[in-house]
């Protein structure tokens, strides 16, 4: 197993906050290189002053990580870093990943995720609603992400599990915190059916500002956020503005005109959200995502594809980066530090050779060879 201690020290520096953990870590690979560094060769990534150059360079691991580390061990947790391979796909390419998340579960098989959220107070209707669609998407093979609270988000959860289909919770508290109180049930069958996960560690409280922290992961992690039952000031419109600016697809579903909590969804239709009324309406919109057969690029090489005996070094190079998920151009542009204009060109030369197809939305997926 890895070695976790790097990352968890890392992640506590004072003054390295997500973005700037994801910075490094594309800049020298891995926590163990970044604390290996110089402060002059810390000083060249971008966000690093002086200060926070000496601030890494001098860390010194707490005790209380081992504790921490000890503990996910007895609890049967287990911790997936950004460099682990079931670490969801997705969530990589959001600006601000978190660099651990701590799992109760598998995320094994959920690749193909739909976020489903919405009021905490909701309606018959809401609830009906959200179970059903939310089973027909797990008969599609769809897992189905929320935040576990009341409400929509519970039933959300109840509809994938009863449709015997994947779901992931995401909690505004650390995994021994189990909040609300009364859908403990509710975290143990998810854990048996998905995984419930948080960046939180532990005994971490939930305090109100960490639910629109984790609405990021929520989002983040999904080819399109559904909103059911929202007012106008719903935290769910927070989880669909994060969607709409991570490049993800944003739903809502209708309700009476004469309720206030579908003021938020219906302004969100307006806004250009797609109207949901079944499963059919969801996967019209995530064509970016499913209309392709998946192949990771480490399985394509000379020997068994002969398109890449056709790249230039430049064009390989920009092909050994793609994801074999839809990653956007401002994604890749981080990736590569290609300038903007020569990366397109790139690009299109290698859809002109038929390895990469540009999808909606400027995103670009590995092409798999024909047969």
């Excluded at 890895?2 to 490094?24: D, Q, S, T, Y």
Aim: with cysteine; net charge neutral; aromatic share 6%.
């Amino acid at each position: 197993m890895e070695n976790l201690i790097p990352w968890f020290c890392l992640k506590h520096v004072p003054g390295i906050g997500n973005h700037l953990f994801k910075r490094l870590i594309e800049q020298f690979g891995s926590p163990q290189r970044v604390f290996q560094m110089t402060p002059q060769q810390l000083l060249a990534v971008e966000g690093i002053s002086k200060n926070l150059a000496a601030a890494i360079v001098n860390f010194k691991a707490p005790q209380w990580i081992q504790a921490e580390l000890d503990h996910v061990h007895q609890r049967g947790y287990t911790l997936i870093t950004l460099a682990d391979g079931s670490y969801p796909p997705l969530l990589k390419e959001i600006p601000d990943p978190p660099p651990l998340l701590y799992v109760s579960g598998d995320l094994a098989g959920t690749n193909k995720t739909v976020a489903v959220v919405g009021s905490r107070n909701a309606t018959a209707y809401g609830i009906s609603a959200t179970q059903n669609l939310c089973a027909d998407l797990t008969a599609l093979d769809i897992t189905i992400v929320s935040g576990m609270a009341l409400g929509i988000d519970t039933a959300a959860h109840q509809g994938a599990l009863a449709g015997k289909g994947k779901t992931v919770a995401v909690l505004g508290s650390g995994l021994n915190i189990i909040y609300p109180a009364e859908n403990r049930r509710l975290f143990e069958r998810i854990s048996e059916q998905g995984a419930v996960v948080s960046e939180f560690g532990l005994g971490t409280k939930p305090e109100a500002h960490n639910f629109p922290i984790r609405n990021r992961i929520i989002s983040g992690m999904s080819m399109g956020t559904i909103v059911v039952e929202a007012s106008r000031k719903s935290g769910s419109l927070i989880t669909a503005r994060l969607a709409a600016e991570q490049n993800r697809e944003v739903f809502a579903v209708p309700g009476s005109i004469q309720s206030f909590k579908s003021t938020g969804t219906h302004t969100l239709i307006k806004q250009g959200a797609k109207l949901v009324e079944n499963a059919q309406d969801v996967l019209e919109e995530l064509t970016a995502f499913t209309a392709y057969v998946p192949v990771a690029a480490e399985s394509l090489n000379h020997a068994t594809d002969p398109r890449l005996a056709s790249l230039a070094p430049d064009e390989l190079d920009l092909f050994k980066i793609l994801s074999p998920y839809p990653l956007h151009i401002d994604a890749i542009v981080r990736k590569t530090n290609i300038e903007p204009g020569k990366l397109l060109s790139l690009l299109l030369q290698l859809e002109l050779k038929g390895v990469v197809q540009q999808l909606p939305g400027k995103l670009f997926a590995i092409l798999e060879p024909k047969p």
